[in-house]
């Protein structure tokens, strides 16, 4: 059955209407294309049909976009030459929005066309705002919380069918800049006023107003600027004097926000300039070919799979224990601090009742007063509204009575680091709630399973490791204990998908994942100080690879004096076997310097009064000086990634990460791993195992033993195989 409906009116106008099945929102697919095709064709052959409007039958929304599912597979569908196949393929797609642009006019006249208008009841994402673009004239519904938008940009590619060049010649490449190189999203009044889409009319009124437009709609109306005589791009083509510093302008802003690491965006940029250069219908084939070139590169492909394949599996509860549905409906949270008041500031926004517990009135009332200076900062920007902040402040009691936890379905301890105190809190909560209460601390170090020896229920016990700042970080850790149940789990991966974030589950083991990957990257940055290496050289390595903060950056934005608290218990719990010595000896005397990063304005960045960042300190090469001789960037960059990614194979080896879908966006959400790679499995898989046991080898030898290959690593190697293609889809780790 198709995925687009057909039907004539009495006054001549054609409606069709897309509905994919059994999805929520209509996401576009190559059969969905052909069919969509046929029924253009049978409305511009019938002379019956006067005009034609297409529109959605899901209710709130027009479509998501492209199935990218389709896209990850277009590249192994196109045969044995796929970047012929590919192009092929995109300009047949190209060749059906044309015939909506065109729709029947005389090529010399421009004359005689059907006018075709869209009418958006909602959300139009990706190939839901390309089609729209083809059509005369855009309606939507006056929907605040529509979005509209070309988000490609944040999967590793760009708005491929049309999306790029129409939007261009119609607003301009300096006002479509937002929308396509940083996948901005505007509401259907923003969007209207960008010059996006043309009328947002009620909702009731939509089809009425399409219809209306399309019965009087003249030649002239459906012609669009750019097939028109005389057509002049708006601020300028990149010949004109405006035009050439708009593009010499946004040559500079891409480079500088991407560090050159990420092809989608100099791909768009190359279509956008030369397409400008020429007639419309040349400038697809250009976008074509650039939009071929990027899905010939493994970072697209590996983006698309982690970012959004993977990413919305997990989110979807793919590793969730066969259970019954575990939806939180009070919610108890102990220590309202940073983070205990960034968790109830969440859980309130998604409509759970919080009990917000600390040892002083005050504090937790501070806690509270979180979330109202969050909802009214988002007032202030027109985010949110007072009912809205009502409604959130209602659903949080700020207590420091553990009685009010009576009833509390999962608790949520957020206390000082100390296994004392969060054995105190656990004892005191577990005489008041339920026995079918599950308990979650989050820590970011502390051993799961020890902690659970507090608990009378260790099955019901687990971790959750959230990420700081709460409401922006978008991944949440869970941790398994060795006797934790799988109600547990399913518990903490239903609760962390109400609150819209994106889990991983892994197993108990020092520092999980996220901090047993992160915290190597920062000591090597450190430990390279120490050798000589120029601080600046060890940070822009890091950029230009990718991370989004190079590792002492990172250390003062985290602070230099958890750093130390991590380095002591550490070094405690591992004795003789602890190898970050050279690391502490400069964390150390940083702290001792009364440097501890940002938030003393003092750390391996100077700052100024406001807090800014105003370069590297200087002190660090007075007591640290550089080596006279400076390493290449490309083995600074090598030993930075491979600190991260060892630790992710070992994770997989040892069982930590029972699933590499987790362990790629685990490492992209949580510390911001190099996205342009699809994550540490992904980028062994694009280098190649044996690639990366030849740099492990060399690192090895020249640098120590942390570098030292793992076993699984080797054996891959040896075999030619890859993380996708042996731990695949549904593999857990060996």
Same mark, same amino acid.
């Given at each position: ?108 006249? &421009?004359?005689? @066309?059907?006018?075709? $208008? !869209?009418?958006?009841?909602?959300? *139009?994402?990706?190939? =839901?705002?390309?089609? %729209? ?123 500088? &926000?991407?560090? @050159?690491?990420?092809? $989608? !965006?100099?791909?768009?940029?190359? *279509?956008?300039?030369? =397409?400008?250069?020429? %007639? ?126 009576? @009833? ?327």
């Amino acid at each position: 059955m198709s995925d687009f409906s057909y039907s004539v009116d009495a006054d001549g106008i054609a409606t069709i209407t897309w509905d994919t099945k059994g999805k929520s929102m209509n996401v576009m697919s190559i059969q969905a294309f052909q069919d969509l095709d046929g029924l253009i064709d049978k409305a511009l052959a019938d002379d019956a049909v006067k005009g034609v409007v297409i529109t959605s039958g899901k209710e709130g929304s027009f479509a998501g976009g492209m199935d990218l599912n389709i896209i990850a597979k277009m590249k192994d569908d196109a045969g044995e030459n796929p970047a012929q196949g590919l192009f092929d393929g995109l300009m047949q797609m190209h060749a059906i929005l044309r015939k909506i642009e065109r729709a029947g006019m005389d090529p010399k006249t &421009n004359k005689g @066309g059907k006018p075709i $208008a !869209a009418a958006l009841p909602g959300t *139009a994402l990706g190939i =839901g705002l390309e089609l %729209p673009l083809s059509c005369h004239r855009i309606f939507a519904a006056d929907n605040p919380k529509a979005k509209i938008g070309l988000p490609e940009i944040q999967v590793g590619i760009f708005p491929g069918m049309g999306g790029t060049t129409r939007l261009v010649r119609k607003m301009g490449a300096m006002a479509a800049s937002p929308l396509l190189l940083q996948g901005k999203l505007n509401n259907p009044k923003a969007a209207k006023m960008a010059g996006v889409i043309d009328e947002v009319v009620p909702a009731d009124e939509l089809l009425a107003k399409a219809r209306e437009w399309v019965l009087s709609a003249k030649d002239a109306d459906i012609l669009k600027p750019w097939d028109a005589k005389g057509y002049k791009m708006p601020g300028g083509a990149p010949y004109h004097p405006a035009g050439f510093m708009t593009f010499v302008g946004a040559s500079a802003m891409v480079n500088g &926000n991407t560090w @050159g690491v990420y092809p $989608a !965006a100099k791909a768009l940029l190359s *279509a956008v300039y030369e =397409g400008a250069l020429v %007639p419309f219908d040349t400038a697809i084939k250009i976008e074509a070919r650039w939009f071929t070139n990027v899905m010939m590169n493994p970072s697209s492909s590996a983006m698309i799979r982690s970012l959004f394949i993977n990413k919305e599996a997990l989110e979807k509860g793919a590793n969730r224990p066969d259970v019954p549905p575990q939806q939180v409906k009070k919610l108890g949270v102990l220590g309202a601090g940073m983070m205990g008041a960034g968790i109830t500031l969440v859980s309130a926004m998604a409509g759970i009742k919080v009990v917000l517990i600390d040892q002083d009135q005050a504090a937790a009332d501070r806690g509270k007063d979180y979330t109202a200076t969050y909802m009214d900062k988002g007032i202030a920007r027109k985010k949110a509204t007072p009912e809205k902040k009502e409604a959130a402040l209602n659903l949080i009691t700020a207590t420091t009575d553990y009685a009010a936890l009576k @009833g509390c379905d999962l608790i949520v301890e957020a206390v000082f680091e100390d296994p004392k105190i969060k054995a105190e809190v656990t004892a005191k909560v577990e005489a008041v709630v339920g026995e079918g209460c599950i308990f979650a601390t989050n820590t970011s170090t502390l051993p799961i399973s020890e902690l659970a020896k507090a608990s009378k229920r260790p099955e019901q016990y687990i971790g959750i490791h959230f990420f700081s700042p709460v409401e922006k970080m978008l991944l949440v850790e869970i941790i398994k204990g060795k006797e934790t149940g799988d109600v547990a789990v399913a518990k903490a991966l239903d609760f962390v998908r109400q609150i819209r974030k994106t889990p991983i589950v892994v197993n108990d083991a020092r520092f999980f994942y996220a901090n047993r990957c992160i915290i190597p990257y920062i000591n090597e940055g450190i430990r390279m100080v120490k050798e000589g290496v120029a601080p600046a050289l060890v940070e822009n390595a890091a950029k230009l690879v990718g991370m989004p903060l190079g590792p002492l950056q990172l250390v003062d934005e985290t602070s230099i004096d958890l750093g130390v608290k991590i380095a002591k218990a550490t070094r405690a719990a591992m004795g003789d076997a602890y190898p970050d010595g050279a690391v502490d000896e400069v964390l150390f005397w940083m702290a001792d310097e009364g440097r501890l990063g940002r938030k003393t304005k003092a750390g391996f960045y100077a700052y100024d009064e406001k807090g800014k960042r105003q370069g590297l300190w200087d002190g660090l090469a007075a007591k640290y000086p550089l080596a006279d001789v400076q390493p290449d960037v490309h083995e600074v960059q090598h030993r930075l990634l491979m600190a991260q990614v060892l630790e992710a194979v070992r994770a997989l080896d040892e069982g930590v990460l029972e699933d590499i879908r987790e362990g790629d966006v685990g490492a992209i959400l949580g510390w911001g791993f190099a996205p342009w790679s699809g994550g540490p499995f992904s980028w062994l898989d694009m280098i190649g195992e044996a690639k990366a046991v030849e740099i492990c080898d060399h690192l090895t030898e020249t640098y120590g033993e942390r570098f030292s290959t793992p076993d699984l690593l080797r054996e891959m190697a040896d075999k030619g195989e890859t993380f996708y293609g042996r731990f695949g889809k549904d593999a857990k780790a060996a």
